[in-house]
């Protein structure tokens, strides 16, 4: 028997009959389900289930017994759901139930068929790539969970006036940015932040990074790619104290002259791929890629 746990961060009553037809699919293949306790609480208040679920309330309570994580929500949702999976190779589905879903790219009309997908095993895993990050001095909270899908970002706080951020790879000092700030991104985070901020798009299987500027005053600064095994150092330098520094949704504030140091983590997310769905497919649906009136067919 197969089972999975659900994640989803909030709840809207319009979801309802998405939820009961996610439920009820489920029960239908003989599926076990557990659910994140802070979400089942919402949904219980929410709306009336007709079936008790176990629930789990952190990472330890996700083992090698679930066969895959599935999230309701969108892709803020979906990257939250890192802090739950972390190393622990379970496969992650996103059903979209927010705006764009790139990562959360099953719609919640498609519930059925993405299930039944699943059960006969029509699906491909994607293996994504995490940033893993170190700061000196130490950010206490840092200690629990230091990994980014997306992108590790430095921008300024509280301030209109620019910061420096002197960058070094692999030891050997490549400039400082004169700008908001500095993304420094995964080939997932690459149709993100970095994206808006002039980055190139990076197939998610590819093993780059990308360092793009936020609005760079160096006029010759431009988004840089690099391999993924190379090991960045930043140290931000502004007119103010402190700056902020942000892995994916968590944003931690940091003071003048950190030294953040940025890896790619020694462990992958893997995300499932459905087989109609493909990253071409994707670029096409979410982010209108070529959409020119000559290629309407």
Not at 107 to 131: G, M, P, T
């Amino acid at each position: 028997m197969m089972k999975i746990a659900i994640y989803g961060q909030y709840y809207k009553k319009e979801f309802s009959k998405y939820l009961e037809n996610l439920l009820e699919t489920l029960a239908n293949y003989n599926i076990e389900v557990i659910i994140e306790a802070d979400f089942y609480e919402l949904i219980n208040k929410g709306q009336n289930l007709v079936n008790t679920y176990k629930t789990y309330s952190s990472c330890v309570d996700l083992d090698d017994s679930f066969d895959m994580l599935i999230t309701v929500g969108g892709d803020g949702t979906f990257l939250r759901s890192i802090t739950y999976i972390r190393a622990s190779n379970i496969p992650v589905l996103g059903l979209n139930f927010g705006r764009l879903g790139f990562l959360a790219n099953v719609q919640k009309d498609k519930i059925k068929e993405a299930i039944a997908s699943i059960v006969n095993k029509e699906f491909i895993i994607i293996e994504r790539s995490l940033l893993q990050v170190k700061t000196i001095p130490k950010i206490e909270a840092l200690n629990n969970l230091n990994i980014a899908l997306n992108e590790v970002t430095v921008v300024r706080k509280n301030s209109t006036a620019m910061i420096a951020v002197d960058t070094c790879l692999d030891d050997e000092f490549l400039t400082s940015y004169w700008a908001d700030g500095l993304i420094v991104a995964t080939p997932t985070g690459s149709t993100g932040y970095s994206l808006s901020c002039g980055g190139p798009v990076i197939s998610p299987t590819a093993k780059n990074i990308v360092l793009t500027p936020i609005a760079p005053h160096n006029l010759t600064a431009r988004p840089l790619v690099i391999p993924d095994k190379t090991k960045i150092e930043l140290k931000v330098i502004g007119r103010k104290d402190y700056a902020l520094l942000s892995l994916d949704s968590q944003v931690y504030t940091i003071p003048n002259k950190t030294k953040i140091f940025i890896k790619k983590a020694d462990f992958t997310i893997k995300t499932v791929l459905l087989n109609n769905q493909s990253f071409s497919k994707t670029l096409r649906e979410k982010l209108l890629w070529g959409e020119d009136a000559r290629n309407i067919m």
